[in-house]
């Protein structure tokens, strides 16, 4: 991507640091991928979910120079985690990220005012910035003409008229950035008057006991003012006791003489903010449009006039989650195939090059399985992000959640956790990946602790197994099977939908989360960013959650199968050796927690080994009841199902009796039972304390469910 | 009246609304304003959130949130209420 001509004479001097600053839907993400291509990195705040990108562009003269993406934001302000982060870097709060040296701006053309709010506090730093006035062509398809250049004379900084969705401007940009000299802002706004001791007394504050700058300090002073009980996350230096205390004694008189303090600063940005828009800003002549911003809108207004109509809105809704889902439920399974296959062809090779032996069984069935295990993810993940990419950038994910926020708020999640939930049909991998499209953490948090309650397509087979064994019939009745399998669907979906409901008013509670969110205009999708988006969610799966997911698997594999049996005599059934290994044993060791539900200790090594995935509980009891394998996938599955049809306990009375298979069904759409989403959710909440947390409660509630099923079954005689 | 009151394609000036709460922090740094004009484009299929047009742009907020905000009609605004 980038334009090297001939590099920089020989300076030692470290690259300088850039911040990239917008608001959410103005075109930042597309300018930081074409400012850096491919010389990204992903990762995370230490700390807090919010993701870190930072990247390397080079000016037009060849230099290198660190290019930090900040979260999209409204106001720095904070009211999220990702807008606290973006504050946190430009004061200086971060000790984990250098404050920039300079700063570049992104504001939408066409809803310039608004976008020139973040810009105005950005400003008020004192540091050298540039601004991008992003999406110029849509703005002067709407009539508007904004002047750059005027904007740039009242400011005092370079103003590049840009379109970053189809490369232009970007030299301009390039060029600016290799301004060795570039100018302070020439940035002054009358401050009401009754705040101006409060703002004088927090700046000496925030220079003499944070050790901030003047002009940073006043800044600071005047963000404490406008919200005087900010987002604050982990990692971000905290305000001095001595500045708390003389902004507490403000927030105390103003209260006793009712100032508005919050109100009267954001009014007097908007003042400041509406003298530089009439400046910049040339509506169309009259005549060609009442109103400017009618003209840009009025197309949007006829997609949302049938997108969010009462009926076919709901339908394009539907048809839209229908194929998303369809295509991650089934369009997947073809890559799956190919990997699997894939992985079954590396196996034979790999396998004759190693003689037998337990290092070739750990190669093969220890970390050549892993690694499929991990990448056989990847084309939900794909797609799910394909399909998401495509909405957010085409704007339809607004809207999507503007008809879906009433449903959610009934259990206190909001409209944007839907497609996460929905997705976690498929896998609850994807699905809670998905869910960092919402900003709020409290309901991001809520939504990732339910996903995996959604009845995922690895428990398929578990249930078509037990449905079958529970039936006596050799052909099992449609309705029965459908029926039953409605049910599972059904109890996962009621399950966290109302432990959603309960988190939000018990663990997760807080003060009501904010729906007040923008609905972009639509756009044609920028096909490059999904692509882009779509690699990237892979690379940060495959690095983070994949090596967890081997790890966990590689372990998994050697509980399975150490120690060996005594004597490993040939003719030996493997079901010895299964028992002996410390899975097995662990399948003993929990027989008295397991009994209540029905279970014996086969079924307590099933239960781990679906540890790895659900479905493994079906090999895993073909090994224990000794089902000869064939190539026939239906021979095999009706000889599993006879298998646990015939198995019996010592007693001789059936295991498997239609109430354990219900009970153990009941198990499987409760518990969380899968490294990969545990791994994964350690990703997505930075930590282990979530995932474990998880691991808990669903299992806990899983066993509560079995337990009071099968009790109340055996009473009544079942 | 409040916003939430406001029939479909009707404008109104914003008056006034409750000094605390985040909602209002930042519905403030979002453009409205008291003297703000806005115009209440659509309401969601199921009755909440509303839609609406403030300074160029559009912008979903939750009935509960825009039953406190204050505001009066503009021009010939059919009487609600």
């Known amino acids: 991507m980038s334009t090297t001509s001939s590099p920089a004479p020989a300076a030692p001097r470290s690259a300088p640091v850039y911040a990239l600053v917008g608001n959410p839907n103005c075109g930042k993400s597309t300018l930081f991928n074409a400012l850096t291509g491919l010389k990204q990195k992903v990762g995370n705040y230490p700390g807090v979910t919010v993701e870190r990108k930072v990247g390397t562009a080079y000016t037009q003269h060849g230099q290198p120079l660190t290019l930090i993406d900040l979260p999209g934001a409204y106001s720095l302000a904070a009211r999220s985690p990702d807008e606290a982060v973006t504050r946190d870097v430009l004061l200086g709060r971060r000790a984990d990220t250098p404050t920039p040296d300079r700063i570049i701006c992104i504001a939408d053309a066409t809803n310039l005012e608004r976008n020139l709010y973040l810009v105005h506090q950005v400003l008020d730093l004192g540091r050298p910035v540039v601004l991008v006035l992003n999406m110029m062509d849509l703005a002067a398809q709407a009539g508007l003409t904004v002047r750059a250049d005027r904007l740039s004379r009242e400011l005092g900084i370079p103003v590049i008229p840009c379109e970053a969705a189809h490369g232009k401007g970007l030299i301009e940009l390039k060029l600016a950035l290799s301004r060795p000299d570039l100018p302070l802002p020439r940035h002054a706004w009358d401050i009401p008057a009754p705040l101006a001791p409060a703002v004088a007394e927090l700046q000496a504050s925030l220079s003499a006991h944070e050790g901030k700058g003047p002009l940073v300090a006043r800044a600071e002073a005047l963000l404490l003012l406008t919200d005087p009980d900010p987002v604050r996350v982990a990692g971000s230096t905290p305000l001095s006791a001595a500045t708390t205390r003389i902004l507490e004694s403000w927030k105390t008189r103003w209260t006793a003489d009712a100032t508005d303090s919050s109100g009267m600063l954001v009014a007097a940005r908007y003042d400041a903010i509406g003298r530089l828009a009439r400046e910049a800003i040339v509506p169309p002549a009259a005549g060609t449009a009442a109103n400017p911003a009618d003209a840009t809108l009025a197309l949007s207004d006829r997609i949302d006039a049938v997108v969010t109509h009462p009926l076919w809105g709901w339908v394009i809704f539907a048809g839209i989650m229908a194929a998303m889902f369809l295509g991650i439920f089934t369009l997947a399974g073809i890559p799956m195939g190919w990997i699997e296959s894939l992985m079954g062809w590396l196996g034979e090779h790999v396998s004759a090059l190693i003689p037998p032996g337990d290092f070739h069984d750990l190669v093969i069935d220890g970390a050549l399985a892993g690694v499929g295990g991990v990448i056989i993810f990847l084309p939900q993940i794909l797609i799910l992000f394909f399909f998401i990419g495509l909405l957010e950038s085409t704007g339809y994910m607004a809207r999507a959640a503007f008809i879906m926020d009433r449903v959610m708020s009934r259990v206190g999640l909001n409209g944007k956790s839907f497609i996460p939930l929905l997705s976690s049909y498929a896998c609850a991998i994807p699905g809670i990946m998905a869910a960092r499209t919402i900003e709020e953490p409290k309901d991001r948090l809520a939504t990732i602790l339910v996903a995996p309650f959604m009845s995922c397509s690895a428990r398929l087979p578990v249930y078509l197994l037990l449905i079958a064994a529970l039936v006596s019939s050799d052909e099992v009745p449609l309705g029965t099977q459908v029926g039953l399998m409605l049910l599972m669907y059904f109890l996962g979906t009621a399950g966290a939908f109302a432990f959603a409901w309960l988190f939000k008013k018990t663990l997760l509670r807080g003060a009501p989360p904010l729906m007040i969110m923008e609905l972009p205009p639509y756009r044609l999708p920028r096909l490059r960013d999904v692509a882009w988006q779509m690699w990237e969610r892979g690379a940060v799966f495959v690095k983070r959650a994949g090596t967890v997911i081997l790890a966990l698997s590689i372990v998994l594999w050697f509980l399975a199968n150490f120690p060996k049996p005594p004597a490993a005599s040939e003719g030996e059934p493997p079901v010895d050796a299964l028992a002996h290994s410390y899975a097995g044993r662990a399948g003993h060791a929990i027989e008295p927690l397991i009994a209540p539900l029905g279970f014996d200790w086969r079924i307590g090594i099933g239960l781990i080994q679906s540890f790895a995935a659900r479905e493994v509980f079906n090999s895993s009891m073909g090994v224990i009841f000794a089902v000869e394998e064939s190539e026939d996938e239906t021979a095999n599955q009706s000889h599993l199902r006879d298998a646990l049809r015939g198995a019996a306990r010592p007693d001789g009375t059936p295991l498997f009796t239609p109430l354990v298979c219900l009970s153990l069904m009941v198990f499987y759409v409760f518990a969380m039972q899968c490294i990969s989403t545990i791994a994964v959710v350690k990703r997505e909440t930075a930590g282990w304390k979530w995932p474990l947390f998880q691991l808990a409660y669903m299992t806990g509630t899983a066993w509560l469910a079995s337990f009071v099923l099968y009790q109340v079954g055996r009473a009544l005689g079942f | ?81």
């Open chain 2, 1 to 81: 009246m409040n916003l939430a009151q406001l029939t479909v394609g009707a404008s109104a000036t914003i008056q006034a609304y409750p000094q605390a709460g985040a909602a209002f922090t930042r519905l403030r740094e979002m453009g409205l304003l008291p003297g703000t004009r806005i115009t209440l484009v659509r309401i969601a299929p199921l009755g909440d959130p509303i839609e609406i047009q403030v300074r160029g742009y559009r912008l979903s907020l939750r009935k509960s949130e825009a039953a406190l905000i204050e505001v009066v009609a503009a021009g010939a605004t059919p009487a609600a209420e």
